[in-house]
């Protein structure tokens, strides 16, 4: 029994990826002021809201947090809702999701489910041009939601040449047309060569699923600049990594989006939108590399730039982050202070536990 706002907030969290933790972590933070709920299952909420334990008479709100969400995956979840409670975005990315999902997928649908949204808070430019195109009233440019985990300090860059690498993609549910092998072989040739020949290598990853693929590319890297492969599984052992290396390498957005915010600089390898969302929205095109055939660099030319990249450029980019997570705190503390003002539940109310 709560006085503060319940809201209904969906997520990418769940699966094991670390990304979508950090951001679910985020989230909770930035809304700290209200009672949050997952909306997970469509079927189970439409049981709940016969008890009394969904819909309107619980929720004050629904809110879409960090990762690509609007897509026809997360459709349902919001709809689910029945439309009538006042909605947002926070952090959200438009389009494909990524792996196990195509590069273009439909949006149509999603018209009417954000027609009661009173802001779309959302990644990047891309992401807002589409919802702009779909007539959603409030569209602004935030940045993506991992970037409220932005420190007020960036971790000192060390003199040693270590790159830490990530690669990712489930085998089995590749629906992209790249070529992950063939990928694994440049990027091993480019590491063997004289342009990052003195760098030290440290294979991560930060999904079980990735396992697969960050240990083929280690089994072609040069043995003794190569350190044992490691699964991140939390914050804590992202800094750690991060604290001892200049430079990342990343396949998986967040990898990329989570080295920035602690001023390590870091070439992301571009195989969706999102990513392109992303960098443009931080001001780090030339460190995009294209593999699905979109305008950006080439893996070498995006590596050269890369491991050339300056400390002082390092914590530019570290201060535009601090400059997005305001921007995302001041959004948060709009959607609890609505919230509050709109629809105070009474004590009394049923929150699920």
């Not at 992401?127 to 959603?136: D, K, R």
């Not at 342009?195 to 890297?221: G, I, K, N, Q, T």
Request: neutral net charge; proline residues 6%; contains cysteine.
């Amino acid at each position: 029994m709560r006085r503060a706002p319940v809201i209904g907030f969906v997520s990418g969290a769940g699966d094991a990826n670390l990304g979508d933790e950090i951001m679910l972590a985020a989230l909770r933070g930035l809304l700290a002021g209200a009672v949050l709920e997952p909306i997970d299952f469509p079927a189970t909420e439409a049981r709940l809201a016969r008890l009394g334990l969904s819909g309107p008479r619980v929720f004050s709100g629904l809110v879409l947090g960090g990762g690509t969400l609007i897509n026809p995956h997360f459709l349902p979840r919001v709809t689910s809702m029945g439309g009538s409670l006042p909605g947002w975005t926070l952090g959200t990315g438009v389009g494909s999701s990524g792996f196990g999902m195509a590069q273009s997928v439909p949006l149509d649908d999603w018209r009417d489910a954000l027609r009661n949204f009173r802001a779309a808070w959302v990644r990047g430019p891309r992401s807002a041009s589409i919802l702009q195109g779909l007539g959603v009233r409030r569209v602004e440019v935030v940045g993506d939601l991992a970037l409220a985990a932005t420190p007020d300090t960036a971790l000192a860059r060390p003199r040693d040449r270590v790159l830490a690498i990530n690669v990712g993609g489930r085998r089995a549910m590749a629906a992209d047309d790249i070529d992950h092998q063939a990928l694994h072989e440049e990027l091993a040739a480019l590491l063997a060569s004289p342009l990052a020949v003195e760098w030290r290598l440290v294979p991560f990853a930060m999904h079980r699923d990735d396992l697969p693929a960050v240990l083929d590319l280690a089994h072609r890297l040069p043995a003794g600049r190569c350190a044992r492969p490691v699964l991140l599984r939390s914050m804590h052992e992202i800094d750690a990594m991060l604290a001892g290396v200049r430079a990342v390498v990343a396949m998986r957005l967040h990898g990329a989006v989570l080295a920035w915010t602690r001023g390590v600089p870091a070439l992301l390898l571009g195989y969706r939108e999102k990513c392109a969302d992303f960098a443009e929205q931080l001001g780090v095109e030339d460190l995009l590399a294209s593999l699905d055939g979109s305008p950006g660099a080439s893996v070498p030319a995006g590596l050269a730039r890369l491991l050339d990249t300056s400390d002082e450029r390092a914590l530019r980019v570290h201060a535009d982050c601090l400059f997005a997570r305001e921007r995302l705190r001041r959004a948060g503390a709009e959607i609890v202070s609505t919230l509050l003002e709109i629809s105070p539940k009474p004590a009394g109310v049923p929150v699920r536990t």
